[in-house]
């Protein structure tokens, strides 16, 4: 017995074109991210820098009127301060356990004047220290 003849069709179609896989795009790597952050950090330091030598800049106009007229160290924790507060001048005293009034200056202290070169911090303290007594009403 002979099978019917079947009629196939086949479809031809054209070849299609191989596929080349897309390179997936590369981000900026470790040295961009580096070029980056060294750049950020740098702009904020620069801004930074620049903020302080502005005048005015972060400031009440005029100052705020408070002025460290001198200080005299008397322990590793402890030390005395004279500060001109709008014209007046408090002896502060300033310790681990905080800021008090020890004294109100009826007479203000003379501001030194920067002496030429690098002064030595022993030369310093001795005047402060005679000043203070003085006003105090003591003798040095």
């Known amino acids: 017995m002979k099978k019917p003849a079947t009629a196939h069709t086949a ?3 054209h070849p299609t074109k191989p596929q080349a896989f897309a390179k997936p795009a590369d981000g900026p790597g470790v040295g961009g991210a580096v070029f980056a952050l060294i750049l950020v950090v740098s702009l904020i330091l620069g801004l930074g820098w620049l903020a302080k030598r502005m005048p005015g800049f972060g400031r009440v106009a005029g100052g705020n009127g408070l002025r460290v ?3 005299l160290s008397l322990g590793p ?3 005395v301060v004279v500060v001109d507060v709008g014209g007046t001048q408090l002896l502060l005293g300033v310790g681990q356990n905080g800021m008090t009034t ?3 200056l ?4 003379p501001v030194a004047q920067p002496s030429q070169g690098t ?3 022993q030369n310093l303290a001795t005047p402060f220290a005679q000043l203070l007594a003085k006003h105090l009403g003591k003798k040095p």
């Open 69 to 71: 007229v001198g200080s």
């Open 102 to 104: 020890l004294h109100t």
């Open 77 to 79: 924790r402890d030390r």
């Open 119 to 121: 002064p030595n911090l």
């Open 106 to 109: 009826s007479e203000p202290l």
């Open 11 to 13: 479809t031809v179609g």
